[in-house]
T-cell receptor, first 114, second 116 residues
Framework: AQSVTQLDSHVSVSEGTPVLLRCNYS??????LFWYVQHPNKGLQLLLK??????LVKGINGFEAEFKKSETSFHLTKPSAHMSDAAEYFC????????????FGTGTRLKVLA | GAVVSQHPSWVICKSGTSVKIECRSL??????MFWYRQFPKQSLMLMAT?????????EQGVEKDKFLINHASLTLSTLTVTSAHPEDSSFYIC????????????FGPGTRLLVL
């Protein structure tokens, strides 16, 4: 069965320092993995996705994530945090056997300190 | 591409009334629509999946008679919360599936419902 675990419910970083949001997945198949960002009272915006191509995926706003099959991880990183990065981040794995479905992680709230 | 709108963006209603939420895909046609509910500080929970012209498939624990979904056209789906109660207060988000890019979901901006 597919599942996704976000290891930190809250992460605080100082502006200008690196960001690391951790995600581990479980999948019986070769997974498709995504990171979405949600700003307060807004819908979700796709940051990046992995669909069995390059293992290092670059997304919008300077974010990137690396798919590591041996570690079943898909951590999200950014070299330098900006105040506007403060938001909720969701790691998602998609199920494509039978009916198509997204499985969401529980989310990580990123706080950026001035 | 993949522009999704929801209306209204937020609504306050009295207990016992019904509320309709519209979701439109503005620049593509979607045969499949997902509806999610998100409680404060929680993740998104899939409520139901609908395919154009057929009945929606509801997730376990979601009352189909309370959350009526209509997907009558390829660009419009509606979610009606019937006889709303305070516990139905939540953030409702639609997500039409983009044809040819089924591995990626795009999401509407959400509708915040507050039932008094």
């Amino acid at each position: 069965a597919q599942s996704v675990t976000q290891l930190d419910s809250h992460v605080s970083v100082s502006e200008g320092t690196p960001v690391l949001l951790r995600c581990n997945y479980s999948s019986s198949y070769s997974p498709s993995l995504f990171w979405y960002v949600q700003h307060p009272n807004k819908g979700l915006q796709l940051l990046l996705k992995y669909t069995s191509a390059a293992t290092l995926v670059k997304g919008i706003n300077g974010f990137e994530a690396e798919f590591k099959k041996s570690e079943t991880s898909f951590h999200l990183t950014k070299p330098s945090a900006h105040m506007s990065d403060a938001a909720e981040y969701f790691c998602v794995v998609s199920i494509t056997s039978g009916t198509y479905k997204y499985i969401f992680g529980t989310g990580t709230r990123l706080k950026v300190l001035a | 591409g993949a522009v999704v709108s929801q209306h209204p963006s937020w609504v306050i209603c009295k207990s016992g009334t019904s509320v309709k939420i519209e979701c439109r895909s503005l620049d593509f046609q979607a045969t499949t629509m997902f509806w999610y509910r998100q409680f404060p500080k929680q993740s998104l929970m899939l409520m139901a999946t609908s395919n154009e012209g057929s009945k929606a498939t509801y997730e376990q624990g979601v009352e189909k008679d309370k959350f009526l979904i209509n997907h009558a056209s390829l660009t419009l789906s509606t979610l009606t919360v019937t006889s709303a109660h305070p516990e139905d207060s939540s953030f409702y988000i639609c997500s039409p599936l983009l044809p040819g890019r089924e591995e990626t979901q795009y999401f509407g901006p959400g509708t915040r419902l507050l039932v008094l």
